[in-house]
Structures are given as structure tokens and as C-alpha cells.
């Protein structure tokens, strides 16, 4: 199984700032990775899919980029509802498989 | 609107068996494929299995081959996964989700259920 390797696991930020997450896959997945956002007692959403298209209805202040084995998910500015736990995931090869989250915590 | 609806929360004894089920209503049904994908308390997500209801096989994670099962009823759009040999460790939220129209299959999920709270005591 690819392995998905988020970095950091927390971060601290304020509102208004610019918070980079990175993804790093086991192997070369090209750009068959998606990213999502969990609230505490929620459903996961899709934010990112294909690395960088934005989902239907999601804030252009996210953005994803990379290919190959390094993807980040960068939010910037940002907001209050920001405040989650994100999740990349590949859907390179069978079985797809997730990240282990990023918390993004008020500073 | 595409919505999946799951069914409610169970509590199982350990060795028993659990199904659970998902509606899909709002949308096509058949022609994309909808995946289990389960968190247990504090964890993070992990895919079990899909299955793209026109077609009608299940593709299962090999952690739960041999005790997961997926099936589709394209009569009332519902989809079950039944999940076998019940341990504490199955303790969890299991979410179905559907595939993205604009992607390939398992590629990522746009739509998921509530979720279904699933206890092995």
C-alpha cells in the first residue's frame, strides 16, 4: 500500500495567516491526490481533488499544488471556520489511503 | 442534490456481524462508485471498500478481505456493507462516500453519508 505522510501533524496559527500543510506519498502518484477537511464531530468535505482543482462551493483561498510525491494544501488568509483537521488522500493505486491529519489549531 | 443517507447507530457483541446501509436519492445512482470509509474514536480515515452499484463487485482493502462485504440494490439505490467477526477494534464511525463524477473511481469522494456510529460491546 502507498503510504500518505502529512507534515506537520499540529499547527498553531492566527487568523489572517498563510498555513502550508505538505503531503508526501511512498511512491509516485502523479496528481491522484485529494485533500479534505474535518471538523470535530463532522463529516469529512472535500476541498482539493486531482492535487490543485478546487471542489464545487470551497473558498478560493485554498489552493493544492504538486505532483510526483510532494503535495501541499495551502490556506491563506485564514478564517475562523478554517479550524480543522486535514486529510490527503491517494487515489493513485488500490488501496486508496489517507493521511494521518493535520490539526490546524487557533494560535 | 446527491445525498446519502446511512442508516442508524448499532451496538454489536463481539464475533456478531454488522450491515449497514446507505441511500442514495437526488442523483444517478448506478454509474459511480460509492466507498466505505471508517474512523475510529480519535483516529484518522481508512478506506474498507467499494463498489460501483452497475457493475455489482465489491473491491475490498486487504486488511478486511474475507470479512467485509459490499453490496448494491439498484431497486432502492442503497448500498450495505456488512462487516463480519466483530472485534472492539471495529469500534467506529463508518461514512460511505461517493466517488467524484470528474475523476477516476477511488480517486476522491465528494459526497459522504452522516456517518454511522458502530460499538462493539
Known amino acids: 500500500d502507498i503510504q500518505m505522510t502529512q507534515s506537520p501533524s499540529f499547527v498553531s496559527a492566527s487568523i489572517g495567516d498563510r498555513v502550508t500543510i505538505t503531503c508526501r506519498a511512498s511512491?509516485?502518484?502523479?496528481?491522484?491526490l485529494a485533500w479534505y477537511q474535518q471538523k470535530p464531530g463532522k463529516v469529512p468535505k472535500l476541498v482539493i481533488y486531482?492535487?490543485?482543482s478546487l471542489q464545487s462551493g470551497v473558498p478560493s483561498r485554498f489552493s493544492g499544488s504538486g505532483s510526483g510525491t510532494v503535495f501541499t494544501l495551502t490556506i491563506s488568509p485564514l478564517q475562523p471556520e478554517d479550524f480543522a483537521t486535514y486529510y490527503c488522500q491517494q487515489g493513485d493505486s488500490m488501496p486508496p489511503t489517507f493521511g494521518q491529519g493535520t490539526k490546524v489549531e487557533i494560535k | 442534490q446527491v445525498q446519502l443517507v446511512q442508516s442508524g447507530a448499532e451496538v454489536k457483541k463481539p464475533g456478531s456481524s454488522v450491515r449497514v446501509s446507505c441511500k442514495s436519492s437526488g442523483g444517478t445512482f448506478s454509474s459511480f462508485g460509492i466507498n466505505w470509509v471508517r474512523q475510529a474514536p480519535g483516529q484518522g480515515l481508512e478506506w474498507m471498500g467499494g463498489?460501483?452499484?452497475?457493475?455489482?463487485?465489491?473491491n475490498y482493502a486487504q486488511k478486511f478481505q474475507g470479512r467485509v462485504t459490499i453490496t448494491a440494490d439498484e431497486s432502492t439505490s442503497t448500498v450495505y456493507m456488512e462487516l463480519s467477526s466483530l472485534t472492539s477494534e471495529d469500534t467506529a464511525v463508518y461514512y460511505c462516500?461517493?466517488?467524484?463524477?470528474?475523476?477516476?473511481?477511488?480517486?476522491?469522494?465528494?459526497?459522504w453519508g452522516q456517518g454511522t456510529m458502530v460499538t462493539i460491546s
Open positions: 511512491q509516485d502518484i502523479s496528481n491522484y
Open positions: 463498489i460501483i452499484p452497475v457493475l455489482g463487485t465489491g
Open positions: 486531482a492535487a490543485s
Open positions: 462516500a461517493r466517488d467524484h463524477p470528474m475523476v477516476r473511481g477511488f480517486e476522491a469522494f465528494d459526497i
